[in-house]
Nanobody, 115 residues
Framework: QVQLVESGGGLVQPGGSLRLSCAAS????????MSWYRQAPGKERELVAR????????NYAESVKGRFTISRDNGKNTVYLQMNSLKPEDTAVYYC????????WGQGTQVTVSS
């Protein structure tokens, strides 16, 4: 079956950096569009960034443009989210999503930005 496993979350001070990883199995990763979403307490889940299957096109939420970078390694079946200049408002559970013939979601990884 399809599995998406996120890692790399944790506690970081404002202005710091983290790199999230999402390892996929059970699907043709190179054909799947990949996205990162996040959900803060009491808020709806929101799209953070997405990348096409070829990696040639990316989109970002306005709130993270210039700070976050999504990338993928189709040889490793992994998508990444490099997060720089983190702010307290980036605190959330971050989820990986794969879109092939249907959607698949990971379990999420907690990111906490606090001094």
């Amino acid at each position: 079956q399809v599995q998406l496993v996120e890692s790399g979350g944790g506690l970081v001070q404002p202005g710091g950096s983290l790199r999230l990883s999402c390892a996929a199995s059970g699907l043709t990763f190179s054909s799947a569009a990949m996205s990162w979403y996040r959900q803060a307490p009491g808020k709806e889940r929101e799209l953070v960034a997405r990348i096409r299957s070829t990696g040639g096109s990316t989109n970002y939420a306005e709130s993270v443009k210039g700070r976050f970078t999504i990338s993928r390694d189709n040889g490793k079946n992994t998508v990444y989210l490099q997060m720089n200049s983190l702010k307290p408002e980036d605190t959330a559970v971050y989820y990986c999503k794969a879109l092939s013939w249907r959607e698949y979601w990971g379990q999420g990884t907690q990111v906490t930005v606090s001094s």
